[in-house]
């Protein structure tokens, strides 16, 4: 069993970005925690900033288009112009899209950047809550599988 102090450190990497729980399982796996109390532990983390992401960042991007500082205004921008592009994509396919965007557990991919993503498109909370969800699963399901040596054990049994 794992101590209360590991599971919280597991909980607190997966809320951190980029990071997420592509990190946060396999330092679970380095702190001796069992597979099913780690993965737990990494989904709900990872599900923690999902909605205030969801809430929040259209009036942060607000706010940086009205700041003073340039920088956060070209940020701003960029992030909208962006979005704009690819807007006829997303609206086809935004739920699947999400799903995967969450799912593989990539660099550059997870919970935050498609919070990000479906806040940025505008895409509503009852596609993108679910479809953020279920790939933070997916994803949570593959790095548990491939940090405790599950894949390792089927390729040497095939």
């Avoid at 997303?90 to 991919?109: E, N, Q, S, W, Y």
């Amino acid at each position: 069993m794992g101590s209360i102090k590991n599971i919280l450190w597991v909980a607190f990497i997966s809320m951190v970005p980029v990071i997420e729980l592509r990190g946060a399982i396999p330092a679970g796996t380095a702190l001796g925690l069992p597979w099913y109390l780690c993965m737990l532990a990494a989904i709900v983390g990872n599900c923690i900033p999902v909605p205030f992401i969801l809430l929040f960042i259209r009036g942060i991007l607000d706010w940086m288009k009205r700041c003073p500082l340039r920088l956060f205004q070209r940020i701003a921008l960029w992030l909208e112009q962006k979005a704009e592009k690819h807007r006829e994509k997303v609206d086809r396919f935004a739920f699947l899209g999400l799903l995967l965007l969450v799912a593989i557990p990539l660099p550059g991919t997870g919970a935050w950047t498609g919070s990000l993503v479906a806040a940025l498109f505008r895409v509503r909370a009852k596609t993108a809550v679910p479809a953020i969800l279920l790939g933070v699963l997916g994803a949570a399901i593959i790095v548990t599988l491939i940090s405790y040596g599950v894949l390792s054990a089927l390729e040497f049994l095939l």
